[in-house]
């Protein structure tokens, strides 16, 4: 019997991380978790929910490193379905739309480090 083959959609591999970051928005600043991250994008724990297609910057501050200012825009957002839903953050995919190349090395490099 064949097991069905999983098909890898992301184009960079991902790593997890637990980075501070906080997301500037023309509405006020959201501050959250970054739980993984690759070249392309990261996964972001927060209160707040941004709306999906929202473009925002994001000021991330790892133990390695000054700040990076980096464009991203929402992707997805992933919505906790509990009743207690208060106390679960709200997760969001987003990609990478303005990243220089000291930070796309820098976050290439902890991906690599780390997988």
Known sequence: MNSPTFVQKREHPRVPVSW?????TPEGD??????NISAGGAY???GTP??????????ILSQDREHS???????WI????????DAIPIGMGVRF??????DLQFVSHVVSELS
């Open 20 to 24: 501070p970051v906080t997301m500037v």
């Open 30 to 35: 959201i501050d959250g978790i970054i739980e």
């Open 44 to 46: 972001i724990r927060c």
């Open 50 to 59: 941004l709306l999906q297609k929202d473009l925002f910057i994001l000021s």
């Open 69 to 75: 200012w980096i464009g991203a825009e929402v992707v």
């Open 78 to 85: 992933d919505i906790p379905l509990r009743a207690d839903s």
């Open 97 to 102: 739309t303005n990243i220089t190349a000291d």
